[in-house]
């Protein structure tokens, strides 16, 4: 152990189309929605995280607000990297070092990602000091979140639902043995619901408004065990101009989401479809887990149970399933180089 050991950091990232997570030293010290506020005239960013969620859809002309992720790829590099930087320098433990440590990461990249995007991720990292980086895949970093011990040679599928994919994977030996990556996620299911108040309710609502809705009431079927209670939406009247409120039920917002469903449906079975014998046979005992926020729709978990005729199980806490394995990974570095891209 030398002595730039001594200055070196450890930390892990889930660089998130909707949010972004960050480890250091066993603790998520990092949960922001992955977006920034940029003065137009100055070009300087003004905020990130939850300061410019804040801001998002009520900003005038001098200030936009850019999500730097779409599709679980970096669209804005300038943006993400900025981003990436506020987030790492905001680390309490970090603030308070005389000399700005170097940093050993693992970063979490979605399994459909191509060279090019995994080298832009990469450089980002390097220019914040990152000298060591490795990259994680999203489902890999999900089954390890979760807790399955993924070198054994045993079958296991993961359906990672985020902000801007779904990631779905079967996972043996340390490995992904077949995969699909669709970009029907969280994303969508908000415009779904903008969507739906517009044709069906002449409401107009913002992304803050519909994502509100989907957490408060959104369902992924309509005859749910235990349902919400209806909700009152507030937007602008499309005839008149005016505010108004409309009250909405659960069975709308399955209704708005069945068509993006269906689509994450078709691919699970596409992808069982996929996998080999052996592998299927282990499918059959294990089930599915599902992760990230996505699956935290009501009622999807059984919905995917009756399509498959399996049993599908939750991550405990999903939103965080991913950062956690991505966590376990850096701190196992050893045990689990091998599956990392480098």
Same mark, same amino acid.
């Given at each position: ?9 450890? &930390? ?34 003004? =905020? *990130? ?56 990461? *693992? ?35 999900? =089954? ?32 992904? *043995? ?47 065990? *235990? ?25 709308? &917002? =399955? ?20 996998? +080999? +014998?052996?592998?299927?046979?282990? &499918? ?30 939750? =991550? ?27």
């Amino acid at each position: 152990m030398g002595f730039f050991d001594f200055l070196t950091e450890e &930390i892990a990232i889930d660089l998130g189309t909707a949010n972004t997570l960050i480890i250091h030293n066993d603790k998520v010290v990092v949960d922001s929605p992955s977006i920034v506020a940029r003065d137009r005239i100055s070009g300087k960013i003004i =905020a *990130v995280g939850k300061e410019a969620n804040m801001m998002q859809g009520k900003t005038h002309e001098n200030i936009k607000t850019i999500r730097p992720l779409k599709d679980g790829v970096i669209a804005d590099f300038d943006a993400s990297e900025k981003m990436i930087n506020m987030f790492i320098k905001g680390i309490p433990a970090l603030k308070k070092k005389f000399l700005q440590p170097t940093l050993r990461m *693992v970063i979490c990249i979605p399994s459909g990602i191509t060279e090019v995007e995994m080298r832009a991720v990469k450089e980002s990292a390097e220019r914040v000091n990152g000298k060591e980086v490795y990259l994680i895949h999203e489902p890999m970093a999900a =089954a390890i979140g979760i807790g399955l011990d993924i070198m054994q040679p045993k079958g296991n599928m993961i359906v990672d639902i985020g902000g801007g994919t779904t990631e779905i994977a079967v996972i043996a030996l340390g490995g992904i *043995v077949c995969d699909k990556s669709v970009k029907i996620a969280g994303d969508v299911f908000t415009n779904d619901i903008i969507y739906y108040m517009r044709t069906q309710h002449n409401l107009y609502v913002g992304e803050t408004t519909a994502e509100n809705i989907k957490i408060a009431i959104g369902a992924a079927t309509e005859d749910l065990e *235990v349902p919400p209670e209806e909700m009152s939406v507030q937007g602008r009247d499309l005839l008149t101009g005016k505010p108004k409120q409309v009250q909405i039920s659960y069975r709308e &917002i =399955a209704k708005a989401l069945d068509k993006s469903i269906l689509r994450i449906e078709d691919a699970v079975m596409e992808t069982l479809s996929q996998t +080999p +014998p052996e592998l299927a046979a282990d &499918i059959y005992n294990t089930g599915i887990y599902l992760a990230g926020g996505g699956s935290m729709l009501r009622g999807l978990d059984k919905r995917i149970s009756q399509k498959t005729d399996l049993p599908v199980y939750i =991550a405990e806490d999903p939103l965080r399933a991913v950062v956690r394995g991505t966590g376990i990974a850096l701190k196992n570095l050893e045990k689990y180089k091998p599956i990392l891209i480098k």
